[in-house]
């Protein structure tokens, strides 16, 4: 529809050219390269509200790979902060949400640590575009500025 390619359009823009207002493009958080190393010995999930080809580009731009198990805004029925994003890539990896990598998800927006809590995981939540207070306020259970630590 013209709605969907005008949505693809402005995803693609933000990978390009940085999201409004900024003028940035998008950076790794720091730390994060080698937590996917770490994680690239085991099968590991994303579990994203972008859409796949938003998500497959922006892992592209930054230079890290696709994971085993890719989960996005279009191929859930429900996405974030319902937990179906999560249970999904749990199963798909045949795990317990409970117990994915120790039972830790990796978010940075107040949905997506609801949405890791309500499938039952821990939760790290990093301090990007929202406040410290807000994502430790929606259930993070450890609140970090990036990977490194």
Do not use: M
Request: hydrophobic share 40%; glycine share 8%; proline share 5%.
């Amino acid at each position: 529809s013209e709605a969907e390619a005008e949505a693809e359009r402005f995803e693609l823009n933000i990978i390009r050219f940085g999201s409004p207002p900024h003028s940035l493009r998008l950076q790794v958080i720091q730390g994060a390269a080698e937590a996917v190393k770490a994680c690239l010995a085991g099968k590991w999930a994303v579990c994203t509200s972008g859409t796949t080809k938003y998500a497959s580009a922006a892992l592209q731009a930054v230079g890290l790979p696709k994971p085993d198990v890719f989960v996005t805004a279009d191929t859930v029925a429900q996405g974030k902060p319902n937990p179906d994003p999560y249970l999904q890539g749990a199963s798909s990896l045949s795990l317990s949400a409970s117990s994915c990598i120790a039972g830790v998800a990796v978010e940075d927006a107040p949905n997506g640590v609801r949405s890791g809590k309500a499938a039952g995981t821990k939760v790290l939540a990093l301090v990007t575009r929202h406040l410290r207070e807000e994502v430790k306020e929606a259930g993070g259970d450890w609140v970090v500025d990036d990977l490194s630590k």
